[in-house]
Each structure stands twice: as structure tokens, then as C-alpha cells.
């Protein structure tokens, strides 16, 4: 009889390291998808944010060249640091 509850409790210990095994693994791919998304997503943002900027320096150069004439003049300096 002790042999069979041994065999028994061996079974059970490796089914359930067997379970432990896929659950880690299921883990593990879990959070590199976590990952991915949110490195995905900071790069968007940064890539919206950069695109934000150029927009605005475009906006500020069109601003000052359809003020002014001319993109050197003092007019579009005072414009720019009145943007700040």
C-alpha cells in the first residue's frame, strides 16, 4: 500500500508542476504582450508629440512670415518668445 500512495503523490506533485510550468509560460507571454502594448503606446505618444511640435513650429514660422514678410525680423523673435 505504501507503494501505491507514493506512486500516487508522485503523480500529483508532477501534474501540479506541470500546471505551475504552462501558468509561468502563460504568464511570461502575458506580460511581453503587456510590454509590447505599452512600448507601443510611449511610442505613439512621443511620435504625437513630436508631430505636436513641428506643427507648432510650422504654425509659428507661417505666423511670423505672413505678420512680418520676412522670417529674420525682430517682429517674429518677439512672437516667438511670446508663445512661451
Same mark, same amino acid.
Given at each position: 500500500m505504501g507503494? *501505491?500512495? &507514493?506512486? @500516487? %503523490?508522485?503523480?500529483r506533485h508532477d501534474e501540479a508542476?506541470?500546471?505551475l510550468q504552462k501558468a509561468q509560460a502563460q504568464w511570461a %507571454?502575458?506580460?511581453t504582450e503587456r510590454l509590447d502594448f505599452i512600448n507601443n503606446?510611449?511610442?505613439k505618444q512621443n511620435h504625437a508629440a513630436k508631430t505636436f511640435d513641428d506643427?507648432?513650429? @510650422?504654425?509659428?514660422?507661417?505666423n511670423c512670415f505672413y505678420c512680418?514678410?520676412?522670417?529674420?525680423? &525682430? *517682429?517674429c523673435n518677439s512672437f516667438r518668445e511670446s508663445q512661451y
Open positions: 507503494s *501505491n500512495s &507514493a506512486n @500516487a %503523490e508522485r503523480k508542476v506541470e500546471h %507571454e502575458q506580460r503606446e510611449i511610442r506643427v507648432d513650429d @510650422a504654425m509659428r514660422e507661417y512680418s514678410g520676412d522670417r529674420r525680423t &525682430a *517682429n
